[in-house]
């Protein structure tokens, strides 16, 4: 018996070798897997768990993270990369309370840990904001609209400035074009502009439904695109390959236009540029990443900051909340950016009837339309994000018979090849940004 239980232990550990070099290796499900066996063989290692959570949180994972870390610190209370991995991937979510108790453990544990003292800051300072702004909030009824006290005629355009112009208030295909070639060399538009574009596409967008119905007729094609996230060049390329937006050759771009790329100002003007333009020829759905807790933490708040100002931040939380959720093309395929629901029975005129003008909630049909995955095995489990859920292909099968649509396109996920299908050929994840994060995946 003791034979068999050292062997294993050692068996663990050369797997836990092989994961770690996986890891090193920027291959993040494969040391997901070898972590798996090293656990099955000895699940009383904490640093296994530790492990395994650190790579389910770069592969965005978090909940599942949360759920090995705290096993981790279940073997093993002052283990302090148990608390550190749990705290990351509570920071990853937005959830900075929860963030602050596990890394104020890791500095009780160890004080002169460098990398720790940060993010305690980090997590201190959001805690302290989220408290102020709970304080001094007013309710809905209450909230001002930042764009209806936004005119962007009255800011003047310095003769000095070289770049694309709107003459009046018609956005021009010339306009655009110049915009585009503008942004390739890594120069922005004037403020005027650019607020001009944000604000033309708020009102275009709050007039649609929650729902919105796409026809497109006989022999005609229609393009769907997926995560794009701050990619320009890459948003650039699919108009190469494919023409640019018009009415004769529309897009769909299915959420998560920004973040974590360093161009995401720049996409989301083109889209909401082309969207001006071309009101049937641009539909844009919202993701995850169109919200405030998210641009907050992935990078779009700050790019915003530096680029623009405070005010377009507040102006892109207030726009982000118009998009619409979901797309029906032609009856018959269900576009949205994430995925299906808790529960069955959920019609198209509950998802029309949804009031989408706020900040994505924790739960419900909206929570879940932007954050679950589809999963290989029936029924339905908890998220591996740690937000919505994951949901297997009888749940697909039951949704398109009740709503008698045949097929479900949907984003949010990454996928080397670019698009994936699913659920007996009835579910098509499509990804759309090849450089994400700046670097091919």
């Given at each position: ?126 805690v302290q904001k989220i408290r102020f702004e709970e304080a001094i909030s007013v309710g809905d009824t209450e909230r001002r609209s930042i764009a209806d006290s936004l005119d962007y005629h009255i800011i003047e355009v310095e003769p000095q400035y070289t770049g694309a112009r709107i003459d009046g208030d018609t956005i021009t295909l010339d306009f655009v074009k110049q915009m585009l070639e503008d942004f390739k060399k ?256």
């Open positions: 018996m003791g034979d068999s239980s050292n062997s294993n232990v050692q068996k663990a550990e050369e797997l836990k070798l092989r994961a770690n070099d996986a890891f090193k290796a920027n291959k993040f499900s494969q040391a997901v897997e070898l972590y798996d066996q090293a656990i099955d063989l000895n699940g009383s290692n904490a640093v296994y768990w530790a492990n395994r959570a650190f790579a389910h949180t770069k592969l965005e994972e978090y909940g599942s993270a949360v759920q090995d870390a705290t096993k981790a610190i279940e073997i093993d209370p002052k283990y302090s990369k148990g608390y550190y991995r749990r705290g990351a991937a509570y920071l990853a979510m937005g959830k900075f309370k929860e963030a602050l108790k596990d890394f104020q453990q890791v500095k009780r544990i160890c004080p002169n840990d460098p990398d720790a003292t940060r993010k305690l800051k980090e997590c201190e300072k959001a890594q120069r922005c538009i004037h403020k005027r502009y650019a607020l001009q574009i944000v604000l033309q596409a708020r009102d275009l967008l709050r007039a649609v439904p929650s729902l919105v119905d796409v026809n497109v007729p006989n022999g005609c094609h229609f393009t769907v695109c997926g995560d794009v996230h701050g990619q320009y060049f890459d948003l650039l390329n699919i108009f190469e390959l494919n023409g640019l937006p018009s009415e004769d050759n529309p897009y769909l771009f299915n959420g998560d236009f920004v973040d974590r790329g360093s161009f995401s100002l720049e996409v989301i003007l083109t889209l909401f540029a082309f969207k001006c333009l071309y009101p049937t020829g641009m539909y844009l759905a919202r993701g995850n990443h169109e919200s405030k807790s998210m641009n907050k933490i992935y990078g779009f708040e700050g790019e915003v900051k530096s680029k623009l100002s405070d005010t377009f931040v507040e102006l892109f939380a207030e726009v982000f909340c118009c998009l619409p959720l979901a797309h029906v093309i032609n009856k018959k395929v269900f576009v949205v950016h994430g995925g299906l629901f808790s529960v069955d029975g959920v019609k198209l005129s509950d998802i029309k009837a949804i009031d989408r003008f706020c900040e994505p909630p924790e739960e419900g049909l909206m929570c879940e339309i932007l954050w679950s995955d589809p999963q290989p095995q029936p029924g339905r489990g908890p998220s591996k994000r740690g937000v919505g859920l994951s949901f297997g292909g009888d749940v697909t099968k039951r949704f398109l018979e009740d709503n008698n649509l045949d097929l479900v396109v949907r984003s949010h996920e990454v996928k080397d090849e670019g698009y994936e299908t699913m659920h007996d050929g009835k579910l098509i994840t499509v990804f759309s940004a090849p450089n994400y994060c700046d670097q091919v995946c």
